[in-house]
C-alpha cells in the first residue's frame, strides 16, 4: 500500500503518518514494535532524543530489512548539555540510530532553551545544510516562538508538530493560521486521545453518528479512531500515533481509504470540540 505524502516547504516529501515511538514505547526497547510497524506498512517512524529509545528505533529500522530511501525518519532535539549544540545533538543521535542522515530534525519543546532560540534554530540549518538531516523543524511552538526564529531564518521550520485534536483545535488557530501562511506542515500528536483518556464528551456522539454514516457508505467497519484521523487528514495534518498491535497499526493506515467527512460532519466535529478545552500531554 503506498502512503500518500505532504510537500514540505524546502522541497522534500512527506509521508502524512507516522508512526511513534513516544507514550507507551517511551525508555522502551521500541525494536520489536518498530520491525512490526514497519511489516505493517508504516515508512515514516518518529523517534526522540527524549524518549530514550533511539538504538532500538534504529535496531528495528535494521531487522526490518526495508532499504534506507523507503523510510522517513525523524528524531527531535532533547534539552541540551552544556557544550552541546544540535549538531553535535544530532550526530549522537545518529550514532545511536545507525544512520547517516534522519529525513526530519524537530526541536522538541521551546521551553527547553528558552532565550537561545535562534541560537539553536541556527545550528539546525547547519544540520540541514550539511546533509544530517533532510528537514528541519519544530514541536510544541507557539505563535511567539514561531516568530522568534522565522526573523533571520535562512530556512523556515518545515513542520510543528503539535498536540492536536477536537478539544484544542479552537485554541490551535492562530498557529494555524501562522503555518498557512508560512507554507509550514502542521502535524499532530494525542489526535485521538478525546476517546481514548476522556470517553464520554461531547464529541462520542458526534464521533459515532459519522463513524455509522461512513461504515454504511464503504460497506465495511470503520473505527472510532479512523473518523477523528481522518478529520485530521483532510485538513492536510501529518498524522503522528501509535500502537503496540498489529491490527490496530493497519487500521491507522487504512484511514486513507475511508470515505471522506462532509462539510456539515467536520463543522459538527469542531463544534463539539468547542464545548469542552483539554489537553492531555503537557508541552
Given at each position: 500500500m503506498t502512503i500518500s505524502t505532504l510537500s514540505l516547504n524546502d522541497?522534500?516529501?512527506?509521508?502524512?503518518?507516522?508512526?511513534?515511538?513516544?507514550?507507551?514505547?517511551?525508555?522502551?526497547?521500541?525494536?520489536?514494535?518498530?520491525?512490526?510497524?514497519?511489516?505493517?506498512?508504516?515508512?515514516?517512524?518518529?523517534?526522540?532524543?527524549?524518549?530514550?529509545?533511539?538504538?532500538?528505533?534504529?535496531?528495528?529500522?535494521?531487522?526490518s530489512g526495508a532499504a534506507r530511501s523507503a523510510l522517513f525518519v525523524t528524531t527531535k532535539l532533547h534539552r541540551l548539555q552544556p557544550g552541546q549544540t544540535a549538531k553535535t545533538a544530532l550526530q549522537v543521535s545518529l550514532k545511536k540510530l545507525g544512520l547517516e542522515y534522519v529525513d526530519l530534525y524537530l526541536v522538541h519543546v521551546p521551553g527547553d532553551h528558552a532565550g537561545h532560540l535562534k541560537e539553536v534554530w541556527k545550528s539546525m540549518e547547519e544540520c540541514k545544510r550539511e546533509g544530517l538531516s533532510k528537514s528541519i523543524g519544530v514541536s510544541n511552538f507557539e505563535?511567539?516562538?514561531?516568530?522568534?526564529?522565522?526573523?533571520?531564518?535562512?530556512?523556515?521550520?518545515?513542520?510543528?508538530?503539535?498536540?492536536?485534536?477536537?478539544?484544542?483545535?479552537?485554541?490551535?488557530?492562530?498557529?494555524?493560521?501562522?503555518?498557512?501562511?508560512?507554507?509550514?506542515i502542521t502535524s499532530s500528536y494525542g489526535g485521538l486521545s478525546p476517546l481514548f483518556r476522556a470517553p464520554g464528551g461531547p464529541l462520542?456522539?458526534?464521533?459515532?453518528?459519522?463513524?455509522?454514516?461512513?461504515?454504511?457508505?464503504?460497506?465495511?467497519?470503520?473505527?472510532?479512531?479512523?473518523?477523528?484521523?481522518?478529520?485530521?487528514?483532510?485538513?492536510?495534518?501529518?498524522?503522528?500515533?501509535?500502537?503496540?498491535?498489529?491490527?490496530?497499526?493497519?487500521?491507522?493506515?487504512?484511514?486513507?481509504?475511508?470515505?471522506e467527512l462532509t462539510a456539515d460532519e467536520i463543522e459538527s466535529i469542531e463544534n463539539a470540540g468547542a464545548q469542552h478545552h483539554q489537553k492531555f500531554f503537557s508541552d
Open positions: 522541497g522534500n516529501q512527506v509521508p502524512w503518518i507516522a508512526f511513534g515511538t513516544g507514550t507507551a514505547l517511551f525508555q522502551q526497547d521500541a525494536q520489536n514494535t518498530v520491525e512490526t510497524a514497519i511489516a505493517n506498512g508504516f515508512t515514516h517512524l518518529d523517534g526522540a532524543q527524549m524518549y530514550e529509545n533511539e538504538e532500538s528505533l534504529g535496531a528495528g529500522i535494521k531487522a505563535v511567539e516562538h514561531l516568530e522568534e526564529i522565522l526573523e533571520g531564518a535562512e530556512f523556515p521550520p518545515s513542520v510543528n508538530q503539535v498536540e492536536i485534536h477536537p478539544y484544542v483545535w479552537k485554541s490551535l488557530q492562530p498557529v494555524i493560521a501562522l503555518h498557512k501562511q508560512r507554507s509550514i462520542d456522539p458526534v464521533i459515532e453518528k459519522i463513524r455509522a454514516r461512513l461504515e454504511f457508505s464503504r460497506g465495511q467497519t470503520v473505527s472510532v479512531g479512523q473518523v477523528l484521523n481522518k478529520w485530521l487528514q483532510q485538513y492536510g495534518i501529518l498524522v503522528v500515533t501509535t500502537s503496540s498491535k498489529a491490527d490496530r497499526m493497519r487500521e491507522y493506515l487504512d484511514t486513507a481509504n475511508v470515505p
